[in-house]
């Protein structure tokens, strides 16, 4: 039996087996401890030069530092040069311009996030704040992207010490688009947030709730695309990452802590990504800023990487998901 | 360096590394021949009862056969049941109705496509015209996607015997949906089909053109996704592989004959999708359908699977190639 599920936000659908009770478990596939690691303290030379640190009055690129922020070495962006339009016959594109940066959480050799105290995180989540305030200054940049690869099925670096990425773009990308005029449009209809309605909603329902703290949900999404898929919504409406308090900065901290534990444990440390999903750049005030914060409200979205896109996912932008997100909230809950 | 480039049909944006050289292979990672294939002819009893086969005067379900249609032995959606709609709070659903067929492409055991001969090719070529025709009656069925997924990575099943993938969907998927929208903009513009435009530039511009045929162009896209991505556009405008011809279909057997195998042997027997882009079912008559026959043009994808996705192109639907299609589409020309 199957369940089509549309997802209110983006307007995609997800087939969702709700029959199947089998957990397919895929191992993260990390890269084994050498000697070598470039990110480890003491090695700052190997690395390019920070574009911000966390310090205690040390200098830059030596040691003595809590979370470090360098250029990615084989950058796909560039902050150099203007932002230029190009129509190509009866196509466009625009000049590479962006950002591409590494955000070294841990000093030591630590390979899974949850692993950090909650202090730590809350500093790279700090310092996740400091940088897009950084670059929303800079009007080329439209979006500015956090996320973080676990695992090589989940596209990870060779690199095992725990990091994230950054990529800043000279465009807002199409799933962006896609949210904020789900939202837009709820908005317009309901003069209420869709994300303020679906967390109480899940609050109400319980099923697929995983738990609340303080200041936050975790849920797994009624159109999960993938199984054991997580939405984590500050309970507070607001639609920019960057107004984020310090007392919302230590309640997140605790809150990834225990969810990436818990999935580690339930699927036997998986692939997954972790992505911020936060409001564009509102400097070029384009067509979406006036509303934008009335009607959007970022959010964290965690996806466990344990199941393969084949030619139905790529040609339909569908989902299969075989594993009900009742059940596995069901299961992490009795994992927390 | 890189480029941004814009997907003119289904407006995502591409960051294509134009300066890399190096290209990753990856092997398809076959499943091993066994004694046991249940798509072999003389191997019926242990398949589903057969939808569709092409038969010389032999019973169904006996050998005999040239081309097998059965169903998906664990579908994922059911032709039985009323297609309804149902509100959950501010979520919505439709129940799992549809149809999940498997489509054997020879009775010997014979693995990769490109080793079938021209004619039968052709056999399955009209098999899925057949398919799609038949299941077009059924106003339930809003889409119809066939796809072929070859290698493990590609999410190809356990059985490595030649066969596509039917699906029907009771839903519109948002990429047929984004790409219905892109040519209908551009339609109402210019007056012209955009897929008739880009056949014309392509051709012009020859850089990104691998081949062509009497009735086929074979292109690397301008915003590929995928190294290696490939599209082949008939030449004649049509809205509907429904209404492919007889000599169009002797034609692309060819076609995909000669690209599939100058990929298997650039890229080393590579992972890859192959994906059917059809109009929706036009019986239920939904707002696309009047223009439609103006402003689609069916086409085929091929992605070979030799990147994994990150968090960034989860999070954002941009995608990172580092393989420029024009490099792509000059290799495959000098393999051809």
């Keep these: 039996m199957s369940e089509v599920r549309r997802d209110i936000v983006t307007d995609t659908w997800v087939i969702i087996d709700i029959e199947n009770d089998t957990i397919q ?52 962006l560039r902050i150099e040069g203007e932002l230029e339009k190009v129509g190509v016959g009866v196509y466009d594109m625009v000049s590479g ?23 730590q995180i809350g500093l790279s989540l700090n310092t996740y704040r400091i940088r897009i305030e950084d670059l929303h200054k800079d009007k080329r940049l439209r979006y500015i992207l956090i996320f973080r690869n676990h695992g090589r099925r989940a596209g990870a670096s060779t690199i095992a010490h725990a990091h994230s990425e950054l990529i800043a773009l000279p ?67 607001c639609y920019s990452y960057q107004l984020i308090e310090k007392s919302e900065i230590a309640d997140l901290a605790n809150v990834l802590k225990k969810i990436c534990k818990a999935i580690y444990h ?10 911020l999903n936060d409001s564009p750049n509102l400097l070029p005030k384009l067509n979406y800023w006036k509303t934008i914060k009335n009607d959007y409200h970022w959010h964290i979205e965690i996806t466990p990487r344990i199941y393969r896109r084949t030619g139905f996912e790529l040609g339909t932008s569908f ?18």
Tied chains: 1, 2.
Excluded at 99 to 118: C, G, Q
Excluded at 178 to 202: H, N, S, T, V
Excluded at 322 to 329: D, G, I, L, T
């Design 266 to 275: 339930v699927l036997n440390d998986p692939p997954y990504n972790l992505v």
């Design 97 to 119: 311009v962006g950002a591409n940066e590494v955000i070294i959480e841990t000093p030591e050799h630590i390979v899974n996030f949850f692993e950090l105290s909650e202090e």
């Design 25 to 76: 478990k895929i191992p993260a596939d990390i890269p084994k401890l050498t000697n070598n690691c470039p990110f480890c303290e003491g090695q700052e030379s190997r690395t390019p030069n920070e574009i911000y640190a966390i310090r205690d009055n040390t200098p830059p690129d030596k040691p003595g530092w809590k979370v470090r922020v360098i250029p990615n070495i084989r950058p796909i």
């Design 171 to 237: 465009a807002t990308p199409i799933r962006i688009k896609q949210k904020l005029e789900g939202a837009r449009q709820y908005y317009e209809y309901k003069e209420r947030c869709l994300f303020c309605d679906i967390i109480q909603q899940e609050i109400e329902m319980a099923d697929r709730l995983v738990f609340q703290s303080d200041r936050f949900v975790v849920i797994t999404p009624y159109a999960s695309r993938f199984p054991f898929e997580i939405l984590i919504i500050p309970k507070r409406h």
């Design 319 to 336: 989902y299969i998901n075989r594993f009900a997100p009742e059940k596995a909230a069901s299961i992490l809950r009795s994992n927390l």
